[in-house]
């Protein structure tokens, strides 16, 4: 499959199996995270891949959506500013979120490319999701992927809206 196939192939699923997911297919998904670019090479990110029912259901009172609830794991991807690249010649700003967004990314594309659905969640309480997983003050939780087999009877794909390149672009 090219880039671009799998690119249009991902979307947003809402609805799971209670199918687990299969440990090296984990492995896959965080090995591909794990290749991914970052400012510097320095790596901000931390991954918790969270699979224990007791945690999953602290994990879902950050968020509490009855189809976050059907997936049978989920990952967080967190950034560590204490070790992210500063832009330094003039504003100071971390670019931990852009690096882990970019892993983040990697584990949507990877998943989909193995048969596995994912969603962004960026919308959760952070105090629930630090508590739940004793996440340490150096690290700042950036999204959820809720990750599992696609239920296809109640997840229905849609074709991609997107704006016109010539609304999004700028040739100089």
Request: a negative charge; one cysteine or more.
């Amino acid at each position: 499959m090219q880039l671009k196939e799998l690119i249009e192939k991902r979307y947003s699923v809402r609805a799971y199996l209670s199918q687990p997911v299969e440990t090296d297919k984990i492995n896959y998904i965080l090995e591909c995270a794990q290749q991914s670019p970052s400012a510097n090479n320095l790596q901000p990110w931390k991954f918790y891949i969270v699979t224990n029912e007791n945690t999953i259901q602290k994990i879902q009172e950050s968020y509490n959506r009855e189809w976050f609830k059907t997936a049978p794991m989920h990952i967080v991807v967190c950034k560590d500013s204490s070790v992210s690249w500063k832009r330094n010649n003039t504003d100071g700003k971390d670019f931990g979120d852009v690096d882990a967004s970019i892993a983040a990314e990697h584990i949507c594309l990877a998943a989909a490319e193995i048969g596995l659905g994912t969603c962004w969640v960026c919308n959760f309480i952070p105090d629930i999701l630090r508590e739940a997983l004793n996440i340490p003050d150096h690290l700042e939780p950036v999204a959820i992927f809720p990750i599992g087999y696609i239920d296809t009877e109640k997840s229905s794909w849609n074709e991609k809206k997107r704006k016109p390149l010539s609304d999004i672009t700028e040739w100089i």
